[in-house]
């Protein structure tokens, strides 16, 4: 079973949609969660950094943490055709001299249809 | 500002020959430095980190080799390239001081072994 587990997709959905985008964990020792968004051919751009159980919002996104389910979850609000891109979910234990260990899932694959 | 440099971005190599990836950050010091190497199709996986010069670790058993010669450059090396060393290596960074501190990825090296 791998540590962290993200549906594939592809996610095809109208603009002006909400999309949800989700991962399921093992490792109860994950204390920081991140989602990054990837553009083809490029590199992760950070999009949210969640610690704690429990929603964060900044703009059209949001971040969830249930971590006595094992789940987190990214919102995406008037989804735009700009937002088409893969979506990785990350996380992390306790850094080691303040390096971090990400372990990434999969990656969904969406696409906004304008 | 933080800016993150890899280069090339793109390179075509055949099996055996050697490899040399580098990676530089501008504008932070003492940087805790990552290389991932994420497959077609695939989440990243964390090849190696280092929390300071000449200090490497490495997560997966494989065919390459990093190192730090200067506190903001970090260099992966092979020396006989295989067909399954093909894929796309990111460089990412972190503040040296915290174990919560947020990755941020540089723009990619996409490798093709054939």
Redesign the interface.
């Known amino acids: 079973q791998k540590e962290v587990e993200q549906d594939p997709g592809p996610l095809s959905v109208p603009e002006g949609a909400i999309v949800s985008l989700n991962c399921t964990y093992s490792n109860s020792a994950f204390q920081y969660f991140m989602w990054y968004r990837q553009y083809s051919r490029k590199g992760p751009e950070l999009l949210m950094y969640t610690y704690s159980s429990g929603n964060k919002e900044d703009g059209r996104f949001t971040a969830q943490v249930d971590k006595s389910s094992k789940y987190i979850s990214l919102f995406i609000r008037d989804s735009q055709p700009s937002d088409s891109a893969t979506y990785l979910c990350a996380m992390s234990a306790w850094g080691i001299q303040g390096a971090q260990k990400l372990v990434f899932g999969q990656g969904t694959r969406l696409t906004i249809n304008p | 500002s933080q800016t993150i440099h890899q280069w090339p971005a793109t390179l075509v190599q055949p099996v055996g020959s050697p490899l040399s990836l580098e990676c530089t950050v501008e504008g932070t010091s003492n940087p805790?430095l990552?290389w991932y190497r994420q497959a077609a199709?695939?989440?990243?996986?964390?090849l190696f980190?280092?929390?300071g010069i000449g200090q490497i670790?490495s997560?997966v058993p494989q065919n390459l080799s990093a190192s730090r010669p200067q506190d903001r450059q970090f260099i992966l090396s092979s020396k006989k390239l295989l067909l399954s060393d093909s894929g796309?290596y990111?460089c990412a960074w972190?503040?040296?001081?915290?174990?919560?501190?947020?990755?941020?990825?540089?723009?990619?090296t996409?490798l093709t072994v054939l």
């Open positions: 805790n990552y199709g695939r989440g990243l996986q964390l980190y280092s929390v670790s997560e796309f990111l972190s503040y040296g001081t915290s174990g919560r501190s947020q990755q941020f990825f540089g723009p990619g996409r």
